[in-house]
């Protein structure tokens, strides 16, 4: 049997499959890209760390849009609230999920993006879709 890990980087993909969507991962910048490259017929949404080595969520997210324009973007920062709302109107995101965020923020947010909703944070216009 193979060993759980409940890592703080493991949480959003364990969530995703808890609640019946398929996910994939990549640790930094270029592996999102080749990821994304591999699977963007069957991505319907990308979530970026703002925080990646090398190649930061900023960029990744100007390369995948090179990729595919219409991609929808979730963008999630540990940034501290002075901050975040710089890096934000600096990210070409739909929706910016600020860590640490809840199974609930991070399904709300995907929800959002796939509705195809204004770009803004995922903190606003709590609907209580997905409960406590």
Known sequence: ????????????KMTLERYNYSAVTARVGRETLAVF??????????????????????????????????VKIISASGLDEKDKYGWAGNSDAQVYLWKPF????????LHEVLRGLEKHSAEENQTGLFGD
């Open 1 to 12: 049997m193979g060993k759980f890990n409940a890592s703080p980087e493991n949480m959003p």
């Open 37 to 70: 490259n591999r699977y963007k017929e069957e991505v319907k949404a990308v979530i970026v760390d703002n925080m990646m080595p090398v190649m930061d969520g900023v960029a990744t997210i100007g390369e995948l849009r090179k990729i595919n324009p219409a």
């Open 102 to 109: 809840t199974a609930k923020a991070l399904l709300k947010a």
